[in-house]
Structures are given as structure tokens and as C-alpha cells.
């Protein structure tokens, strides 16, 4: 892999410019109350976080209630991962807010396909549109 001078990959500038362009467009249609965290990894990348402003108090209080985590640099990057497993869904009692918070993270990742890339060709706009039907599947669960 290509490191220029600042120690950057090239492919971590590429996925740095399309993980700002994504949240720019983001931040502009957010609800009020929904925001994005940036946080410093364990291994020095940066991950980017969505949070609802949940009504479920288990989802409130969670450092985990986020719908997805970008990855535009560090060790394992560009991944834009959805922590939603079957397992878990099937723990849940139906229709609590866990087990909605679960269903609508699983349809996410299912329309994001396997190891999506945040610097792929359309991905930008792909997970715009992936967020804003999770955020209709959240309002209509009344998680918010």
C-alpha cells in the first residue's frame, strides 16, 4: 500500500473524503436530538457513530444504541459496520425495543450487502438512503 509523507494511506484519504461527505449530508437531515459521535478507537481509528434520540430508556443509556460505525482510518478501515445478529434477535422478546432496534440493524446491513466500503462507488448515497429508511422504521416502532 502507498503511504504519503503524513504517514496516510492513500486508500485512508479516500475513505476519510467520502466518510466527510457522508456525514456532511447527514447532519443536514438529521431529526432533532439525532446526532453523530466521532470517537478515538482502541487502535487509534476513528469511528463514527449514528444515535437516535431513543424514548427506550435501555437504548438511551446505551453507548451501544448506535445504528452503524464508520471506520474511515486506523487498523481496520472503511468498513461500515452494523452489529446486528439473529441470535440476538431471537433472544429479544418480540416487540420490545431491543428486539425492533435489532430487526431494523439487521435490514440495514442486509441492504448494505457484505463488507461494505465506504469509498465504493455509490456506497455514499446508498447508505443515505439506508439510514433514512431505518430512521421511517424507527419512528414507526416509536423508538423516538
Known amino acids: 500500500m502507498l503511504v504519503r509523507e503524513n504517514g496516510m494511506q492513500e486508500i485512508e484519504k479516500l475513505s476519510s473524503y467520502h466518510s466527510l461527505r457522508f456525514c456532511s449530508r447527514l447532519q443536514a437531515e438529521l431529526p432533532a436530538g439525532w446526532r453523530l459521535r466521532f470517537k478515538r478507537g482502541s487502535r487509534g481509528n476513528l ?27 486506523g487498523g481496520n478501515i472503511r468498513v461500515i459496520w452494523i452489529n446486528a445478529s439473529e441470535a440476538v434477535l431471537k433472544r429479544e422478546p418480540e416487540g420490545s425495543c431491543l428486539w425492533h432496534f435489532q430487526r431494523i440493524k439487521a435490514k440495514m446491513k442486509n441492504r448494505l450487502g457484505p463488507n461494505p466500503k465506504i469509498y465504493r462507488p455509490d456506497m455514499v448515497e446508498r447508505l443515505l438512503d439506508v439510514v433514512a429508511e431505518a430512521r421511517q422504521l424507527v419512528e414507526q416502532a416509536a423508538l423516538v
Open 47 to 73: 469511528n463514527i457513530h449514528l444515535f437516535p434520540k431513543w424514548t427506550c430508556k435501555s437504548l438511551a443509556g446505551s453507548g451501544n444504541g448506535f445504528l452503524f460505525q464508520l471506520t474511515p482510518t
